[in-house]
């Protein structure tokens, strides 16, 4: 019952609210590269950035005007703390997507990271070693970074525990695998203000 909740809740998803960007890392102006990750700019205060071990480890740094958020942390980045903080210098807060290593590589460079409880079951084989603290997210939570919000939307299926992270006031979802992301996609959510309460409108449960 569980699965098929959840098919619905991918199909209606798909079909109805989101259109990819296409694949345009060239377009983007390089800000940092090394042998493991390279950092893209986006906007004025958003960048994209690929590991260079798998094609679908996205992360997304979000800088507001007090707080920066990075989405996901790659598979082999030994110093990504370090690396985003050559691209910002606000403090950064950090969430995944969902637990898997090519999302969760470098969660030891930070001391403190945000999950989706749905997620706990992935942490013995992803985060084995982690020994900064683990927040749990809930859904529709808020990060409030200055001018701009990130909100949570629990969208499990990839994993029990896998979130989007929506931009409050645009189309932007970060979505990790939950869509079928892949390095430089940017999910367009057409409907992302009304998605969930459309669900739930629409008799669909929650899960
Ligand atoms: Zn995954």
Known sequence: MRKILVTIIALLFCSISFSQV??????????YKDSNVTFRKVDKNTWLGSGNVMSSESMYLIEGKKRAILIDAGTTIPNLHEVVAKITAKPVTLVLTHVHPDH????????????????????????PDYGGKVNY????QKFKLGGRTI?????????????????????RGFCGD????????IQKFKLKDIGLQMLKEQGVEVI
């Open 137 to 140: 997210l809930t859904d529709g």
């Open 22 to 31: 296409k694949n345009t890392l060239d377009n983007y102006e390089t800000v």
């Open 178 to 185: 939950a869509f079928g992301t892949g390095s430089g996609k």
């Open 151 to 171: 909100e949570a939307f629990f969208t499990p299926g990839h994993t029990p525990g896998s979130v989007t992270f929506l931009e409050t006031g645009t189309d």
């Open 104 to 127: 969760a590589g470098a969660v030891n460079c930070f001391g403190e990271v945000w999950i989706s409880p749905g997620d706990t079951v992935n942490m013995p084989e992803f985060m």
